[in-house]
């Protein structure tokens, strides 16, 4: 099994990304192939500052290895480094026809949210994203629901493409997450956390800042610690993160929070996601002190994936008579 996942470089990571994408891969890479990307392409078909992105760029590729992505199981790469990338995209391009395009969910909802910036790139970001996963020939890509009708794509590309040149790509599968996290805002259940503002408790947040973040969550009608998605979302999602920090199951969560007030399980749930986070912290540390082993790390990663990324575009241009 291969796998190919990635993060666009677009601001601070959060635990929604932590428990919901990070903890999956470094669980992942014990059985598979993996590669994971930044993928910074991606992240540029959005407003973006040049300065921030590069400093956004560095910053994940930390939290990539204090989650526990072993640069010795996974190849770890930044996708702008890696021309083929583009080139197997302009590719797929003349494969995707214009409708397939116009279907995607997730176009419609950035083109309505930067209204100011409706550009080319953001309208062909699947094609680039099935690109990415087919220049490594994976099988297998771990996303968050909002990015299954992508992988959709990516399969359909490489079946048009096996179809008309020859069998070339395997149909990749979305994978999502074990962990099943949706971490929604402290502020607002009903949203997700995003890698901007207080309703977040983003990777590095001091442990004074976390336990002030949780005390001011947002908490549903009644005193009952209770999972109830429908009538109590906002506890729900303060047991889904408790559970996932603390690896208990949510009822035995509830049972022993029977009978107790909010106050108490939200300054519980504080120190629990502290001591998580303790871990993640430490290791970012240590790899921030020692930016050489960073770009060891990442030169390693390149070189291995441009092996398998070049034998694929001369394979794919090969079969289309270009060389």
């Known amino acids: 099994m291969r796998i190919f996942s990635g993060m666009r470089p677009t601001g601070k990571l959060h635990i ?14 014990k059985k598979a192939e993996c ?11 959005t407003p973006f500052i040049p300065k921030q992105i590069s400093k956004d760029i560095k910053e994940l590729v930390l939290d990539y290895l204090a989650a526990g992505i072993d640069p010795k199981k996974s190849i770890i790469i930044i996708q702008s480094h890696i ?38 790139g953001l309208f062909c970001y699947p094609i680039l994203m099935a690109a990415d996963i087919l220049l490594y020939k994976a099988d297998t890509v771990p996303v968050g629901e909002d990015q299954v009708q992508h992988v959709e794509l990516a399969r359909t590309l490489a079946r048009k493409f096996n179809n008309k040149f020859g069998k070339t790509f395997p149909e990749p599968k979305a994978l999502l997450s074990k962990f099943g996290a949706r971490i929604m805002a402290l502020n607002n259940p009903e949203q997700k956390m995003s890698k901007t503002g207080d309703e977040s408790i983003m990777l590095n947040d001091s442990a004074d800042a976390i336990r002030q973040k949780i005390k001011t969550a947002v908490t549903d009608s009644g005193r009952e610690i209770k999972y109830d998605e429908k009538n109590k979302p906002a506890i ?18 509830e049972k022993k929070y029977r009978g107790k007030g909010y106050a108490e399980f939200k300054k519980d749930l504080a120190e629990v996601v502290v001591k998580g986070l303790k871990s993640f912290q430490e290791t970012r540390k240590k790899y921030a002190k020692n930016p050489r082993l960073v770009e060891k790390i990442l030169a390693e990663g390149e070189k291995k994936a441009r ?8 394979e794919v241009k090969t079969k289309m008579g270009l060389i």
């Open 16 to 29: 929604g990304n932590y428990l919901g994408a990070l903890k999956n891969w470094v669980e992942l890479q």
């Open 35 to 45: 590669i994971f990307g930044i993928v910074d392409y991606h992240g540029i078909t």
């Open 83 to 120: 021309p083929e990338h583009t080139e197997l995209a302009w590719i797929l391009g003349t494969l995707t026809s214009i409708g397939e395009l116009q279907r995607m969910t997730q176009f419609k909802e950035k083109a309505i949210q930067h209204k100011e910036n409706v550009n080319a």
């Open 236 to 253: 729900s999602n303060l047991l889904t993160i408790y559970h996932l920090f603390s690896n208990k199951p949510i009822n035995e969560i």
């Open 307 to 314: 092996k398998i990324a070049s034998k694929t575009i001369n």
